[in-house]
């Protein structure tokens, strides 16, 4: 059974300070008004060496009121949540909107949707983390960061956990209202090696994921399986040659491949970049709307969804901040380009009919912009496992784990690099290579995708810190894929790059 939305914020004035805002909003000219109210708990706990370094925990609670008057947007936000206060908003978010007119180069409109009155949406978590003591969650934290300094090969380990409870009443002017919760956790482990040789590291696998604190106690993900097995990798990148540059086949593991689709498919199919009203962080799009069912993004075997309903998926709602129903739609289909990212305003100034409700704001006091949804590479239903696509590669690297990348600002040339390189010769792995980086532009790499794993491959990854806007928003979001094979690709030295 899911768990229930916590009883002391659904005591919150949550109702009548939205019909307080509607109200008056509306009496003083608005068209469209939609409320948030919002309370977002972060906690986070890192430790040096298994003792604790830095922990906090705090707490973002506020009402945003967001108005269209006469075509044109106005907000206001405050900490406080009381009927009285969302009065004054309505009024100052009304008023800036009629202060904005003459400045506006469109008309804002929105799409329709359907009244979703009184609906309640909770994300599929086990333990609520911040019903677990600090104690225990430290002690966990360091159980796991002693086994790696009981070994020879780690001379210091860092680990930090972050999880998040993300509680919003969202109420409009046509009559919808809904109130959701979810929980999400991150945990990673980073093993230094320091000797003769330098230093190396190297970073736990584990992707952060809307899961609760079982997910560090093995219940959802082998925590002690990863972390028995990490000096011995550590070990071997430390005695492994620098790659030699040139041509290879790249078997990518979805530990490194998820953030390859964000950076590449994620940003590049936001709507509103693609059309050039978006710049910011990421630039815009070479995807732009004259390829849509026209551009070959990748080989046929490349489909590409978008959907906010994965189950523990970083981007998963209910209903997202503009009152639209959750749902799941093609961005890529048989390697075309077919679908886009959006939002109720972008949808009505492309001539959509309805949004795939894709609007988020990371706190009250943030209007909600078009964020991205679980973008997500789809497994082939009859491909191989990990072992049949090892076997496929005659002469390559697999690469796990993501690192750095750069890529640019149409999302169109990209260099990514990894935590771990295995060197693959004759359909075996033979040893690990390091400095690996792999470069190409996106429509190339992603034809360039030969072999597709099977449904035992597909892992769901991910992020916590996806920046867009200005002012700066983030917001986590999730990325399933499987493994897969690119053809000849091309692989930089990081050592000989740095040094030229």
């Not at 430390?238 to 940003?267: C, F, M, Q, R």
């Not at 390559?396 to 771990?420: A, E, H, V």
């Not at 491959?457 to 990325?479: E, I, M």
Request: proline letters at 5%; a negative charge; charged letters at 20%.
């Amino acid at each position: 059974m899911p768990h229930p939305v916590d009883p002391d914020f659904l005591a919150l004035p949550l109702q009548a300070t939205a019909d307080a805002a509607l109200d008056a909003a509306k009496s003083a000219g608005a068209s469209h008004v939609d409320v948030r109210i919002e309370r977002v708990r972060t906690g986070y706990l890192q430790l040096r060496d298994s003792h604790p370094e830095t922990q906090s925990d705090g707490t973002a609670t506020g009402v945003g009121v967001r108005v269209i008057v006469n075509g044109a947007w106005g907000f206001a936000s405050s900490p406080e949540i009381s009927p009285d206060v969302a009065v004054k908003l309505a009024h100052t978010a009304v008023a800036m909107a009629k202060t904005s007119k003459p400045l506006s180069t469109e008309e804002v409109s929105l799409v329709s949707e359907p009244v979703y009155a009184g609906r309640t949406w909770v994300s599929d978590y086990e333990v609520d983390p911040f019903a677990v003591t600090d104690e225990t969650k430290i002690a966990r934290l360091a159980q796991l960061s002693n086994k790696l300094l009981g070994t020879s090969v780690v001379s210091h380990v860092s680990a930090h956990s972050m999880f998040v409870k993300e509680q919003k009443f969202y109420a409009d002017s046509y009559g919808t209202s809904t109130t959701q919760q979810r929980v999400r956790i991150q945990t990673q482990f980073d093993a230094v090696s320091v000797g003769d040789h330098g230093f190396e590291s190297m970073r736990t696998l584990a992707q952060p994921a809307g899961y609760g604190w079982e997910w560090m106690d093995n219940h959802v993900y082998n925590w002690d399986a990863e972390i028995d097995e990490l000096p011995t990798l550590l070990g071997e990148k430390v005695k492994s040659p620098s790659v030699v540059a040139g041509k290879y086949d790249l078997l990518i593991d979805p530990s490194n491949l998820w953030l390859t689709i964000h950076e590449s498919i994620g940003h590049a199919t936001e709507l509103d970049r693609a059309i050039g009203y978006e710049a910011n962080y990421a630039g815009t799009s070479f995807a732009t709307p004259d390829n849509l069912n026209k551009l070959k993004y990748g080989s046929a075997l490349m489909n590409v969804t978008g959907d906010r309903l994965t189950p523990h998926g970083l981007s998963t709602v209910g209903f997202d901040d503009e009152g639209v129903e959750a749902q799941r739609w093609d961005i890529i289909k048989d390697g075309t380009l077919v679908g886009y990212q959006l939002d109720r305003r972008i949808s009505a100034r492309v001539g959509r009919d309805r949004s795939n409700g894709c609007a988020f704001a990371d706190s009250p006091a943030h209007v909600p912009i078009q964020r991205m949804p679980n973008v997500s590479l789809q497994p082939n239903p009859t491909g191989p496992d990990m072992a049949g696509l090892i076997a496929d590669v005659d002469d390559g690297i697999l690469i796990k784990g993501d690192n750095s990348w750069s890529i640019d600002m149409q999302r169109y040339n990209f260099q990514f690099t990894g935590q771990q390189f295995h060197r693959i010769k004759n359909g075996k792995v033979v040893g690990q290579v390091k400095d690996v980086a792999y470069q190409a532009t996106t429509t190339d790499f992603w034809g360039a995708m030969r072999t597709v794993g099977g449904p035992s491959t597909y892992v769901l990854g991910g992020a916590f810190n996806c920046g867009k806007g200005q002012p700066g928003q983030v917001a986590a979001v999730s990325h399933g894929c499987p493994a897969a094979v690119f053809t000849q690709i091309n692989v930089l030295n990081t050592v000989a790059e740095a040094g030229a």
